[in-house]
């Protein structure tokens, strides 16, 4: 997959663990500071580029086998901390939300 924009579908192929590749205009789509660092981690292992000719050479690269590079140990760690923080997924996820909305009445 290839997200071209910022929203829901790459987070969607992250959390199903499906191959993506992001491109982002960086003159179009501006990141917020806190999530800068995750984005950050996204390039350095080749998810995310920011023109059309660093996309297109990781395309070269990966598109006989693109499970191989997408299954790599670094490239798993960057999407997988990226999903902690904006994509996460749970089987338990009822109780979870349950916990922190009474974590946050009580702080009231």
């Known amino acids: ?5 910022n929203a829901t579908t790459f987070l969607e192929t992250f959390a199903f663990d499906f191959p993506t590749l ?5 003159e179009y789509w501006e990141l917020n500071s806190n999530a800068k660092k995750y984005f ?3 390039e350095q292992v080749g998810i995310l580029h920011y023109s059309e000719k660093s996309l297109n050479i990781k395309l070269m690269q990966i598109y006989k086998d693109p499970m191989d ?3 790599g140990v670094e490239v798993q760690k960057a999407k997988d901390d990226f999903c902690l923080q904006f994509a996460s997924t749970s089987n338990t996820f009822v109780q979870e939300w349950n916990k ?4 946050l009445i009580k702080n009231d």
């Open 69 to 71: 590079w997408w299954m």
């Open 1 to 5: 997959y290839i997200a071209t924009y």
């Open 40 to 42: 950050d981690k996204l």
């Open 100 to 103: 922190e909305i009474n974590k």
């Open 22 to 26: 992001i491109f982002f205009n960086s």
